[in-house]
């Protein structure tokens, strides 16, 4: 049967982020649904402040509403449109960067609903919990610092994350290019800054949010790793790799890899598209 690919966003972004790997999947003959967590996509926040010229003051203290957004409203979220998609036929989650602590609190929940999940330079916390990596030899090259330089507001008043993409700094758009898009255009990598959202939400998971051995453990895997990621590093993606077989030996990832920054697979999605195709092939042989 035809699977459908169910495809979660990162930090900041939203279903409009997955446009171009949609119209691929839906050339090579391939269903799929990109989904946008609370709070995200037509569900964000955007103020008078925010746009030109901007009101910083203003866009320090605006309310968001994704304020108190919480993972288990993530994963509640996307457990009903899996729900729905299962309906169908076989189900292949992919996600990428933030959207694995969400597709992994999917899967721990609900395994029964997903055929196969991907994470592609996504987050799947095994042995700590997704903050205390940042302080592992595996984040050392990544300079949170100069990615915070946007940042805006006062996390604990605002009860959310604020960043203003928006800004003409040229040290702040430097430091994102850098991290995110650094084989992109200039013009690729505004157009796709453009498209993320001010606010995120706040709650990254606790300990009992990480992969469990009997539930996530059941679940076919496969681990795209991004050669030239900065802001995810290889070494990051290969160390959670590790810990995942580790956990689950029996059933380790399925491991491949496209070169590329964290964004650059999204903005030109073909060779993504392709090894998103070969995973569906044994669903499609599945009899309906």
């Known amino acids: 049967m035809q699977p459908t690919f ?30 946008d967590l609370p709070g995200h996509g037509f569900g964000a926040t955007y103020t008078s402040a925010y746009q030109a010229p901007q009101d910083l003051e203003g866009l320090a203290g605006t309310p968001g509403s994704i304020k108190g957004v919480t993972l288990a409203d993530n994963a509640a979220h996307l457990i009903g449109i899996l729900e729905r ?25 609900r395994p029964d609903l997903i055929d196969r999940i991907v994470y592609v330079a996504a987050w799947c916390p095994v042995d700590l919990d997704v903050g205390a990596y940042y ?13 915070g330089a946007a940042m805006t507001g006062d996390p604990a008043e605002l009860g959310l994350l604020r960043v203003n993409f928006r800004t003409a700094d040229p040290d702040a758009l430097a430091a994102f290019k850098a991290a995110f898009l650094a084989d992109g255009t200039d013009e690729e990598f505004l157009t796709f800054l453009n498209t993320f959202q001010p606010d995120e939400n706040l709650d990254a998971g606790a300990s009992t949010d990480r992969a469990q051995a009997a539930t996530w453990g059941r ?24 810990e995942g077989d580790r956990l689950t030996p029996d059933n380790p990832y399925d491991v491949r890899t496209l070169e590329g920054s964290h964004l650059k697979w999204l903005v030109d999605p073909a060779p993504a598209a392709r090894v998103l195709s070969e995973l569906a092939v044994p669903l499609e042989a599945t009899p309906s």
């Open 85 to 109: 998609a299962k309906r169908n036929g076989p189900v292949i989650l992919v996600a990428h960067s933030r959207g694995g602590i969400t597709a992994t609190a999917a899967a721990n929940a």
């Open 219 to 242: 679940v076919p895997k496969t681990y795209v790793r991004l050669a030239d990621d900065a802001s995810m590093p290889l070494a990051l993606q290969d160390r959670l790799i590790r």
């Open 135 to 147: 302080a592992e030899p595996e984040m050392a090259t990544v300079d949170v610092a100069a990615l």
């Open 6 to 35: 169910v495809l979660v966003h990162g930090a900041f972004a939203n279903s409009f982020s997955f446009a171009p790997l949609q119209a691929e999947l839906g050339l090579l003959g391939h269903r799929s649904v990109a989904v």
